[in-house]
């Protein structure tokens, strides 16, 4: 059975910094893109980075790029985002998903696209 579990959310005031952690189990993922998912009260879900497990590119949404940092430990099976600068806009549940749709600098940003969904993890960052 494909789990991914997110952990490391948490209350955080707005400048400060979050670590966020996704521990992938059930297969092997070696061929798939790992991506970071956040969705905000009334809003839709709405992608922040993705990369490979094989490693290469990353890519980030535009609102979060220079202050969010993505990053993997293949022993661990265990992908993380770093979140720095948060804002107060940015509080929001995080998903971390798995998705066959990436090649070369190309990665899904739909949800549509990614195969595996954590149970999310809440992050609240006050103003």
């Known amino acids: 059975q494909v789990q991914l579990v997110e952990s490391g959310g948490g209350l955080v005031q707005a400048g400060g910094s979050l670590s966020l952690s996704c521990a992938a189990s059930g297969r092997t993922f070696s061929d798939y893109a790992m991506g970071w998912f956040r969705q905000a009260p009334g809003k839709e879900r709405e992608f922040v980075c993705a990369m490979r497990w094989s490693g290469g590119s990353t890519y980030y949404a535009d609102s979060v790029k220079g202050r969010f940092t993505i990053s993997r430990d293949n022993a661990k099976n265990t992908v993380y985002l770093q979140m720095n600068n948060l804002k107060a806009e940015e509080t929001a549940v995080y998903y971390c998903?798995?998705?066959?749709?990436?090649?070369?600098?190309?990665?899904?940003?739909?949800?549509?696209?990614?195969?595996?969904w954590g149970q999310g993890t809440q992050v609240t960052v006050s103003s």
């Open positions: 998903a798995a998705t066959r749709y990436h090649s070369g600098s190309y990665y899904g940003t739909r949800e549509y696209q990614y195969d595996y």
